[in-house]
């Protein structure tokens, strides 16, 4: 399996401009989570789905935040419109359901630079 | 509400010495506990995890960690360190009741010096 697929890995961009982050879970995993690294804050979980459904979004920091889940195998985590301080790699990770731990399987990140 | 403690924000040591980067936790009921390794520009990579049994558990890389329930510790340790082994280590837990909601610590800078 290739893993966890993110894209773009790298996405400079104008405050007030949309930016979308995509990801391709583990084919399998009935998991996907979106978290955010900054220096600042570390790792935050922003949300969680589990069989495409959103389960908690208690970490998405403000409506301009959004993300979707259409089917098993494509999420986007959407900022509209995008301010400097949303600059940080955004993760994306999927994890096994039926009989997993809690290992968690990362992409490579995504880095936002927002001007 | 579950957290994560990583007192140390860096950890140098010299190759060949044994290693050993702290982690408490706070959780309720019986915690799932997990190592993960990050090098630079790349995505999280997990090392071991405690779910039960053996205190003493082994990973990747020949890292283990030591589960301490009394003092609600897991730290991470290698008997002997690499140069490669330098990279950004975080310490999470989660509760066995629900192990999809994972915390993450602040991370520890590991710095093996030649």
């Known amino acids: 399996d290739a893993g966890v697929i993110q894209s773009p890995r790298h996405e400079v961009t104008e405050m007030g401009q949309e930016v979308t982050l995509r990801c391709k879970p583990i084919?399998?995993?009935?998991?996907l989570f979106w978290y955010r690294q900054t220096m600042m804050r570390g790792l935050e979980l922003l949300i969680y789905?589990?069989?495409?459904?959103?389960?908690?979004d208690s970490g998405m920091p403000e409506d301009r935040f959004s993300a979707k889940m259409p089917n098993a195998s494509f999420s986007t985590l959407k900022i509209q419109p995008s301010e400097p301080r949303d600059s940080a790699v955004y993760f994306c990770?999927?994890?096994?359901?039926?009989?997993?731990?809690?290992?968690?399987?990362f992409g490579e990140g995504s880095r936002l630079t927002v001007l | 509400a579950q957290s994560v403690a990583q007192p140390e924000d860096q950890v140098n040591v010299a190759e060949g010495n044994p290693l050993t980067v702290k982690c408490t936790y706070s959780?309720?009921?019986?915690?799932?506990l997990f190592w993960y390794v990050q090098y630079p520009n790349r995505g999280l990579q997990f090392l071991l995890k405690?779910?039960?049994?053996?205190?003493l558990v082994k990973g990747s890389y020949g890292f283990e960690a030591e589960f301490n329930k009394s003092q609600t510790s897991f730290h991470l340790k290698k008997p002997s360190a690499l140069v490669s082994d330098s990279a950004l280590y975080f310490c999470?837990?989660?509760?066995?009741?629900?192990?999809?909601?994972?915390?993450f610590g602040t991370g520890t800078k590991l710095q093996v010096i030649p």
């Open positions: 990770a999927s994890m096994p359901g039926v009989g997993g731990t809690g290992e968690l399987f």
């Open positions: 084919s399998g995993h009935d998991y």
């Open positions: 789905f589990n069989n495409n459904v959103p389960i908690d």
């Open positions: 959780v309720s009921g019986n915690p799932y």
């Open positions: 405690y779910i039960t049994g053996d205190n």
């Open positions: 999470a837990v989660s509760p066995s009741g629900g192990y999809q909601k994972v915390t």
